[in-house]
């Protein structure tokens, strides 16, 4: 068993959990993800690993609460345990010099993109982190990050903080950094990483993208989060997850991310029930 550190909601919906798991750690590349498991014979979720402390032997993950099992996680508090904690999985993003880079995060993403902007200012990269979201509110990590740019901007719908809009506002940040932007990593939704690739390839700039496509194992064994990149099948699990934005087929992966749509909110409306019931009995 694997026990619960620290559990909160650092945001409206969004969740930071971290649990004790010291050979997992000792492993951890930037970039790499985890599975986790709720309860004994529950989901396997996999989630981007937002941070992790060798010594204290914790390994850190940001989520958005958005069903039965992540609401399970979300429900958790320091001190219980969970039964398993797979990891790290997946290939690590690739660390070198390459210039300036831009890192741009939105939702979960903004958590993940924390050990790869670290890794990237230690290489000795100028680090350029752009987070997007909804709303000022929806903001987090804000002193983590700035600590490991060179600079922290912000995009929100409403305007409430940094520039008013959405990644649509990507050229107008590239256009001010004041020289040639080398990389773009993007850590997000797959709206997110989509039209950000779709902005960059114009402009000749090699962009990776943090892909969370449908998965189970993990391990590459089911092909479930099979993705096509260029004129091969890629498995994100463990070809990935990270992958040339320029590259996928990205209206193949929005559809397959919305394959079980209909069923994923079966077990969320049967959850409330059961909850409901139990409440009526006690």
């Not at 890192?103 to 100028?126: D, F, M, Q, T, V």
Request: hydrophobic share 40%; aromatic share 6%; proline share 4%.
């Amino acid at each position: 068993m694997f026990k619960v550190i620290q559990s909160e909601m650092i945001v409206p919906n969004m969740h930071l959990l971290t649990v004790e798991a010291p050979d997992v750690v000792q492993e951890i590349m930037p970039g790499q993800f985890v599975i986790l498991i709720a309860e004994e014979d529950g989901e396997r979720i996999p989630l981007s690993i937002s941070d992790w402390d060798s010594e204290n032997g914790t390994v850190s993950v940001v989520f958005m609460n958005v069903g039965v099992t992540t609401n399970k996680l979300a429900a958790l508090q320091a001190g219980q345990t969970i039964p398993a904690v797979v990891g790290p999985l997946g290939l690590e993003t690739e660390i070198d010099k390459f210039g300036t880079v831009i890192c741009l995060g939105g939702c979960y993403g903004i958590g993940s993109l924390y050990p790869i902007a670290r890794a990237l200012k230690k290489e000795g990269n100028r680090v350029i982190t752009v987070l997007e979201a909804r709303s000022s509110y929806l903001f987090y990590w804000e002193d983590k990050l700035k600590e490991v740019s060179d600079q922290l901007l912000f995009i929100s719908r409403d305007g409430t903080k940094g520039l008013r809009g959405h990644v649509g506002k990507l050229p107008d940040i590239i256009n001010k950094t004041g020289g040639a932007v080398d990389r773009v990593i993007i850590n997000g939704c797959t709206y997110l990483s989509k039209r950000g690739s779709e902005i960059t390839k114009p402009l000749g700039i090699k962009t990776i993208v943090s892909l969370a496509p449908i998965m189970i194992d993990g391990t590459g064994m089911c092909g479930v989060c099979r993705v096509s990149v260029g004129e091969t099948t890629r498995f994100a699990c463990v070809h990935g997850p990270d992958f040339d934005g320029h590259e996928i087929d990205w209206n193949e992966l929005l559809q397959r991310r919305k394959m079980y749509s209909s069923e994923e909110v079966i077990p969320m409306r049967q959850s409330k029930c059961e909850d409901h019931a139990h409440h009526i009995s006690d």
